[in-house]
């Protein structure tokens, strides 16, 4: 799936959702869906890394 950019209005693959302009000012930040969804995939990558890694949450 394709999502826009609503202020640049930049097409990018839902897959590999990422926002090109990260340190602009922008009044959709908020509720942005490119935001949204590159912060999920950033989370599960980072997740898969520590479980790989042996670094994932333990009892101590
Ligand atoms: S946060 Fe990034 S991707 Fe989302 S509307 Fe703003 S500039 Fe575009």
Redesign the pocket.
């Known amino acids: 799936m394709e999502l826009e ?4 209005k ?1 097409k ?1 693959d839902s897959e590999n959702a990422v ?4 340190d ?1 000012y ?1 009044q ?2 908020q509720g ?1 869906i ?2 949204f969804m590159e912060k999920e995939r950033k989370g599960q990558q980072k997740a898969k890394a520590s479980s790989l890694s042996g670094n994932s949450a333990k009892p101590q």
């Open positions: 950019c609503e202020k640049y930049d990018v926002c090109r302009h990260p602009d922008c959709f930040r942005c490119i935001r």
